[in-house]
DNA sequence: CAAATAGTGTCTTTTAGACACTATTCG
DNA sequence: CGAATAGTGTCTAAAAGACACTATTTG
């Protein structure tokens, strides 16, 4: 059952290195994938976080992680994420960033283990989440995660705020079309501060697509409505 | 001789996943780090590339590539690196720093390897480069490399090129102490395009610390010179 | 002194923010 | 009309760049 690949993908010759070991020789970490996966909820940015509650995954000591699972025969990381979040969040379609390799020795005391770290966003609306088995937590009010999972939550955090602070809705979080404020109110959520209202206007009107249409129905006058412009 | 690192570290218990294989059950990639060395070498930032010369390494296709290794049991990620720089470069005190993990299943045909890409910046006085192994070649005009490793060399050049826009000498490339004059060349090396004067001391001249000594020797008025300030 | 390089002063342009004012809707 | 929200105009402050001027050295 072990070392499939070695089979599955002989390789055509034996290469062997200066200690004269071939490349099959080596002795190879597990690898796995851990992702936080962001949303915005109600106003607030907020990280999925599993409980581990089925008696598996002992090591992590009764404290909240993220999703992750093992690296398969052939997968790419980016599907071996989206896998993994298919079970636990009903979520399809993302597009997930490598972050970090985390790669500490004693990170995990069942062996070997390089964990590769993944952000992933999606509208709240899409998530469905298992409340048996998950949690959404906000952000900056999150449990302590069990296999340095914080480490993980701050790098996306900071990913997210910098693609945020660098063009309109780059994560598609908000449905198009939508008003200024709408977006507003979603970069606000992903910064977690008020934002200048001019300033925010003037720099994201020129990057969006007016529809010529507005929003109509609530007091006040109507908002015109946008799509979101190509990425530059 | 293979799987050294199961038997070495054997889990403690045997956890099962979903499907009741155990973490040993799963079939490992192989990892490998490989590393862009930039350098500064007369004005112009550089890369260290190596020459598969030696009969090893078939799958190159006699192309340049970027220094590397197999990560081996127990390692950590950034001493495998500099590992595989030691022999390379007789380069030591480095601070590796991860850009990406490629996982293109095709990339190496001796099986699945998943490549950790690393960045590491070296003064090119200090680069002590075998010239039967490896050649120094302008990041803007290198030869086309093997596994796709320009890509690795482009995500290096941007990385760096961000930390020298933030900050004077972040990597450390020149040696205290210096004048403004001097960290200007160094930046504008690694941008690769010319700053204007002032700004450029404006901005930086708060950041470092004047020794209250000056640079005397040369024709002109004398220089300040400065130290790295602390990181900030 | 002439050439060369270091450093300063100041003006302009651009940008971010503050803030007030106008516009258009609902109830 | 009044409350509420959208959108515009303008002033100010801060920053970036342009550029000229002064300062101090070598030869």
């Known amino acids: 059952m072990a070392f499939e690949w070695q089979r599955a993908n002989p390789p055509r010759r034996t290469y062997r290195d200066a200690a ?9 970490p597990s690898v796995a994938v851990d992702t936080a996966v962001l949303t915005v909820d109600e106003g607030v940015l907020c990280v999925v976080l599993v409980w581990p509650a089925h008696g598996d995954d002992p090591s992590a ?3 909240h992680r993220l999703p992750g699972t093992f690296l398969h025969e052939g997968e790419r990381l980016a599907d071996a994420v989206l896998r993994s979040l298919r079970d636990k969040a009903g979520v399809t379609g993302l597009d997930p960033r490598q972050l ?3 790669d500490d020795p004693d990170r ?3 062996g070997r ?5 993944h952000v992933v966003t999606v509208p709240a609306r899409e998530l469905a989440i298992d409340a048996t088995r998950a949690v959404l937590a906000p952000v900056g009010d999150a449990p302590a995660l069990a296999y340095r999972h914080d480490e993980i939550v701050d790098l996306a955090v900071a990913a997210v705020r910098d693609e945020y602070a660098a063009s309109p809705d780059p994560r598609h979080l908000l449905d198009a079309p939508f008003t200024i404020r709408d977006l507003q109110d979603l970069h606000e959520s992903v910064a977690g501060e008020p934002i200048p209202r001019d300033a925010f206007r003037r720099a994201m009107e020129a990057r969006l697509v007016d529809t010529g249409t507005s929003r109509r129905g609530v007091v006040g006058k109507p908002a015109r409505l ?3 412009g190509r990425p530059s």
Do not use: I, K, N
């Open 113 to 117: 283990v390089l964990s590769v770290a």
């Open 100 to 102: 970090h390799v985390f």
């Open 226 to 228: 946008f799509t979101h």
């Open 61 to 63: 000591g009764g404290q």
């Open 20 to 28: 004269g070991r071939s490349l099959a020789d080596y002795p190879r």
């Open 108 to 110: 995990d005391d069942r």
